[in-house]
């Protein structure tokens, strides 16, 4: 079968590999989508925190199960699935408290570990989720919700609440959809002007702030909470200015959420977080239980997943498909492999 590969930054290849035969408790899958999550274009960029060369990329992704034996979790040959690619280690102070989305010594498929990104995977079968019916393309849309919801359920958004999710990108667009199907009135905060007209054409926002600069930021928050600041920030970014951008316009007594992932330090007058009387969450990755509900909540027709989606290409274009969006990030948002 054919791997896809990150070679280096800025090289991607494709190796031919062994199908893989499952172990004891696993499962062959047949690979149907992909998506190229930020991480993954930051690992083709060289800039991505958890990523050592060569590697196989993916974590976002749809199945169909060509190989299980009998289990507990109703998993069926033929059956169309997403699972869930963070792997821990049971052992760590996190996950003996149940926090395995944490694990001190987590390996996310595609990052600390090889990806999904081949004609053929196994997967421990408790990490495999009935996908109920949804069409493969939306399955492989379920993770990067599950990141999104995850960091909004840590925020603890309520009906009302005045929503900033810095970034419009797949991540931060979710993230307000998220907002949003708990009642709040959210905004979605970018420089790339192209990104926040979709956002607003495609997922009614409440209204978007182009970010221009610093100075343009603080006018754009202060004319829209009449000066009172965000309920909620979020950052969905992973870069210093923008994790400042939700210091700054989150409310006296506000919740500020970390889910961008970079490499570059910020020095920042940190006293702000006590005068503001700040609540500063991070949140990383998502649980068992996000994958669940979000499943059932695309299914009841809640959210329509596939607007996220700007381009596909087929798994063989995958060297053209990454070049085309590091050079267009600001024009493209959801990129998916079509491996059928």
Known sequence: MKSMMISEPGTVVFRE??????????ALLKLLYGGICGSDLGSYRGTYAYFDYPRIPGHEFSAEIVQVEENPYGL???????????FNCTSCYSCRRGLVNCCSTNQT????????????????????YDGKGLPARTLALIEPFCISYHGVWRAGVRPGDRVLVMGAGTIGVLAAVAARAKGARVYVCDVAEKKLNY????????????????????DQVEAITGGDGFDVTIEAVGLPSTFQNCIDGAAFGGRVVL????KKNLDFNFTMIQKKELNV???????KKDFLELIDLVKEGAVDLEKIVTHVFKFQD???AFAQ?????????KVLFDFT
Request: aromatic share 8%.
């Open 325 to 333: 969006f590091d050079a267009h990030a600001d024009e493209m948002l």
């Open 76 to 86: 069926k040959k033929g059956m169309i699935v997403t699972c869930n690619p963070y």
């Open 109 to 128: 498929m595609g990052c600390q570990r090889d990806g999904a990104f081949s004609q053929y995977i196994t997967m421990p079968m408790e990490r495999i």
């Open 259 to 262: 889910i961008g992932i970079g």
């Open 281 to 287: 969450y991070g949140s990383r990755n998502a649980l």
């Open 318 to 320: 995958a060297p053209q």
């Open 17 to 26: 590999t062994p199908v893989p035969v499952p172990g004891k408790g696993e």
């Open 199 to 218: 956002a607003m054409e495609h997922f009614g926002l409440d209204g978007a702030i182009l970010n221009r600069s610093p100075e343009s930021f603080a």
